[in-house]
């Protein structure tokens, strides 16, 4: 047990070694989202510090505001595999206050490393003309970051902070209209001339949520876009190339697509980074049925000879290997979902969160993304569901909805005065890799517009 566990300890230091000869993670289980249960960070701006660890500053939603909240939560990561959570970070209100003069709410933050020092950049909701843009420091990557202070001449919402090969820093902000300038040498104030529109929302359909990195020469302008779903909604996170920090910017194309992760969305937002070599996509999933309440994601990219990006599709697997469809999969874990269905959590008094699938109707969807059925010998699925359950079906099918039915599991209604119901199903034989579909039926024609069941988990037997 202790080789094994010192194993586990230096396989994160090993990996980039092992990805020149494999180009894979360790086989680990690492699953979207990669935020806790009932803990809801969005906008993710990702990144690998000095000490070797990789950290996630974000937005951090909670019940009862619209959007985002007073304080941050750090997200950080030394294997990319489990997630640890540093809370209060910085605030404008309540615990950890650092702004003398403002306890509005906080919108999507940036942080970097510079010359010992840890910059975080926050914005405010606030009225257009107001300077909404500020900075904070840190001694470390997981704060507590202090001071916050005022950047004067930045109106607009969404920093992103990036550093040259050459140690300029440069600051972009906006909404509709992306800005930057160069920041002067403490990285406190903007320094020289602020540049207006090196993206624009009718030329490269930026609506918001500015992020920049570099890679070979080539500078990407990574934001969410209205380029797919209409005017009103920005689900894809697309990106613009450059040969310069302050452009111009050619629009490329679309890295990643959230639309269909959950109801009434409305955005995506989040980074492009590289971590030991490899490049990912950090992107965010809406819950709750509601445009907030998001939580942050990773998937792997590729980059083409010419530096273009190939767009990804979500997945429930993220950066890991293909699931192990014998392991226990929670339900909100789904990347896909169609009709009433939605992710939400349970919060009982001295007791855990608990997310699951709620408000299922007669016909809904969800899709769970990637599992290996090779060599598992599976012949039952097992699932849970939560509360009172009406009389039905959940079929089983392989890649999409209309694809191969491997079973088809009956629910029946519960009677008994309990929480939950366990329901089982032999299945067909299956092999290989395959997207899991469940298609939920109603037996009651008196019933199909009323809730059928709340699902919270399944698993594969053997």
């Not at 809801?40 to 510090?49: F, K, L, N, T």
């Not at 445009?291 to 697997?317: H, L, W, Y």
């Not at 950066?319 to 169609?338: E, F, K, N, Q, Y």
């Not at 608990?354 to 990637?370: F, K, M, P």
Request: hydrophobic letters at 35%; charged letters at 25%; glycine letters at 8%.
């Amino acid at each position: 047990m202790i080789l094994l566990f010192l194993g586990m300890l230096v396989s994160f230091g090993n990996i980039n070694a092992q990805n020149k000869k494999t180009n894979k993670l360790p086989a680990a289980r690492i699953l979207n989202p990669i935020c806790p249960p009932g803990v809801y960070i969005a906008d993710p701006e990702a990144r690998q510090m000095p000490d070797g660890r990789v950290y996630v500053y974000g937005s951090r939603d909670e019940l009862g505001n619209d959007w985002c909240s007073n304080s941050y939560n750090v997200l950080s990561s030394s294997d990319l595999i489990n997630w640890e959570l540093d809370q209060n970070s910085f605030a404008t209100k309540g615990i950890g206050k650092q702004t003398d003069y403002t306890d509005n709410i906080l919108y999507a933050p940036d942080c970097i490393y510079k010359d010992g020092k840890y910059y975080l950049y926050y914005c405010l909701n606030g009225d257009k003309k107001e300077e909404v843009e500020g900075v904070a420091t840190s001694d470390s990557p997981f704060g507590p970051f202090v001071g916050g202070k005022k950047i004067k001449g930045a109106f607009g919402i969404d920093p992103s902070i990036f550093v040259d090969d050459d140690g300029q820093a440069y600051l972009f902000w906006g909404q509709g209209n992306a800005k930057g300038a160069k920041l002067s040498k403490d990285m406190m104030t903007i320094e020289g001339e602020i540049h207006e529109k090196i993206i624009t929302y009718d030329k490269h359909f930026f609506n918001e949520g500015s992020s920049v990195r570099k890679r070979n020469g080539i500078y990407y302008f990574v934001y969410p876009s209205h380029q797919r779903h209409g005017v009103s909604s920005c689900p894809t996170l697309s990106y613009a190339t450059s040969k310069s920090p302050l452009g111009p910017y050619v629009y490329r194309g679309v890295i990643i697509d959230n639309f269909g992760s959950g109801k009434n969305l409305e955005n995506n937002h989040g980074c492009i980074t590289e971590i030991n070599g490899e490049w990912y996509v950090f992107y965010h999933r809406p819950t709750h049925a509601s445009s907030t309440m998001r939580k942050a994601c990773v998937e792997p990219i590729t980059f083409n000879p010419d530096g273009t990006i190939n767009e990804v599709e979500m997945t429930t697997q993220g950066i890991g290997v293909v699931i192990d469809p014998t392991l226990r999969m929670d339900a909100a874990r789904a990347c896909l979902m169609s009709g009433n269905v939605y992710v939400t959590d349970r919060r009982p008094s001295n007791d855990i969160v608990v997310e699951y699938l709620s408000d299922i109707h007669n016909g809904d969807t969800a899709t769970w993304r990637y599992f290996d059925f090779s060599n598992k010998k599976i012949t039952s699925f097992t699932c849970k569901t939560w509360g009172n359950n009406a009389e039905g079906i959940i079929e089983i099918h392989l890649d999409k909805a209309e694809g191969e039915l491997i079973g088809t599991c009956e629910m029946k209604k519960m009677k008994d005065s309990v929480a939950y119901s366990i329901h089982s199903t032999k299945i067909k034989a299956v092999s290989g890799k395959h997207a899991l579909v469940l298609v939920f039926k109603n037996n009651k024609e008196e019933e199909k517009n009323m809730t059928l069941c709340n699902l919270e988990w399944f698993v594969f037997n053997k």
